[in-house]
């Protein structure tokens, strides 16, 4: 049985690089008659017709920036909404070819793109950073070229170097630098070849580790033993006061107490305030050693409960 051939299947891009080479240039004369039309009657058709002419000097324009690491049809896309710019604001009175104009346009919607899709942290908010952002680059490129071909050491990456050839600041270079290498990563992206891992694999967490909580456990045992020991050397009445006052999730009022003991409220306090002491004093061992706040025993009190 004879083997069938296919044929490649084309991506997207292939496919759309084959569909604007089908539109013809226009000429000069063509350019004019059409911006004027468009100008003067807003004819969409004219406009359309200026469009499509000019799509592949976008894909030109677009590959100028694959350096950046962004697909070649995104940054198509944004190219193509700054020619759609430029041809509603261009003057064919002015004695210029279309995408002469349309250029400025085209790279600034590519760049801004660029920007924007760089980093959460917002970046190039001034002229100044922009052109840094967009030359640095570049600029390294050449230096190292230069270096090559006089048989240095690469000087692309010196920051001085590169200062004085864009004549900013190396500490400007320098912060450039950083933020054009601290690019964002998804915590859902893949490590590895087998990609059966993701970066938020190896973010700590927060909750305790394994040794903390051994920790806290142990010294909660702790604190309980001593706590009971504690409590076994006050009387009964101090005892039933702490439990009731202090370690009870829904502790007795003193007048509650009071009326338990057959006293006033104010007899209640004084004797509660008398425990209290006496239990600090019994635990005072302990609270350095676990750092209790002074006068404060109640909360530990509770947990050991």
Do not use: C
């Not at 070819?97 to 801004?112: D, E, G, T």
């Not at 190039?124 to 052109?131: M, P």
């Not at 338990?260 to 019994?282: M, N, P, W, Y």
């Amino acid at each position: 049985m004879p083997r069938t051939s296919h044929p490649r299947t084309s991506s997207a891009l292939d496919v759309y690089l084959g569909e604007i080479n089908r539109y013809a240039l226009l000429t000069v004369e063509e350019e004019q008659s059409l911006a004027r039309t468009f100008r003067d009657t807003q004819d969409t058709r004219a406009a359309h017709r200026l469009v499509t002419a000019n799509l592949r000097f976008v894909v030109k324009v677009a590959y100028e920036y694959r350096s950046y690491g962004f697909r070649i049809a995104d940054l198509v896309q944004e190219g193509n909404i700054g020619l759609m710019k430029a041809v509603q604001k261009f003057d064919p009175e002015k004695g210029i070819r279309l995408i002469s104009y349309a250029v400025w346009w085209i790279r600034a919607y590519i760049q801004n793109y660029i920007l924007r899709s760089w980093s959460l942290v917002k970046l190039g908010t001034t002229q100044a950073q922009r052109k840094l952002f967009f030359s640095l680059g570049r600029t390294r490129r050449e230096l190292d070229r230069t270096s090559a071909e006089q048989g240095a050491d690469s000087d692309g990456r010196d920051a001085s170097k590169v200062a004085k050839r864009l004549r900013v600041k190396t500490a400007e270079v320098q912060e450039m630098e950083l933020r054009l290498d601290g690019r964002d990563l998804s915590l859902d992206a893949p490590v590895g070849e087998d990609g059966d891992q993701s970066h938020l694999d190896f973010v700590a967490s927060a909750a305790p580790g394994q040794e903390q909580d051994l920790s806290s456990a142990e010294e909660k045992r702790l604190v309980s033993a001593q706590v009971v020991e504690a409590l076994a050397r006050l009387d009964g009445r101090e005892r039933y006061i702490i439990e009731q006052r202090v370690m009870s999730e829904r502790p007795l009022t003193l007048k509650e107490l009071g009326e338990h003991f057959g006293f006033s409220r104010e007899r209640a306090r004084q004797l509660e305030i008398r425990a209290k002491d006496k239990l600090r004093q019994e635990l005072a061992t302990l609270a350095g050693e676990i750092d209790w706040l002074p006068g404060e025993p109640a909360g530990e009190l509770e947990d050991a409960a």
